[in-house]
């Protein structure tokens, strides 16, 4: 017996071990459409989700991007904005992650900037999948974006997943 439980502990030690692709779906939805679109592709794809929350959530008056002097507009209308999330998620397991969001200004909302930002490091050595929602824009300019603002991730084509 003992002979048996030595020779398994040999093989479990010298066993390649071939690690699962884990794959999240890493989301922020201020309406709820990218919400839905998201949860969709992590069930197809038998993925974790996680939603990127505000610490102080959006109101109605704070999506009116009609309104130069609303929150989204201000937030837009500087690079340097880093709206704060609320708890952020451990993203160390995951190979491949979705990030998703609705398109504003043509781009990602920049509380996707401080996701990213707030988890930089780990994702130098993660496969980045950019999907979005949008009622009129495409998801060209949001990954070129992305692309261009942080050089060192590996960013693979965009999704363009639902026209409201």
């Not at 201020?30 to 109101?59: C, F, M």
Request: contains cysteine; glycine residues 4%; aromatic residues 10%.
């Amino acid at each position: 017996m003992k002979k048996v439980i030595i020779l398994a502990l040999i093989a479990l030690l010298f066993m390649p071990v071939f690690a699962q692709n884990k794959t999240l779906v890493a989301f922020f939805s201020a309406t709820g459409t990218t919400k839905a679109a998201a949860t969709k592709l992590a069930r197809q794809h038998g993925a974790d989700s996680w939603e990127i929350v505000p610490a102080v959530p959006y109101t109605d008056a704070d999506l009116d991007w009609r309104n130069p002097k609303s929150r989204s507009s201000v937030e837009m209308n500087d690079p340097e904005e880093r709206p704060t999330i609320k708890q952020c998620t451990n993203i160390m397991p995951y190979d491949t992650i979705y990030v998703g969001f609705p398109i504003w200004w043509g781009i990602c909302p920049r509380i996707i900037n401080s996701w990213i930002d707030n988890n930089l490091e780990q994702l130098q050595s993660k496969t980045l999948i950019p999907f979005a929602t949008s009622g009129s824009s495409g998801i060209d300019e949001a990954v070129a974006y992305l692309r261009k603002t942080y050089p060192s991730l590996t960013w693979q084509e965009g999704l363009l997943l639902n026209k409201r």
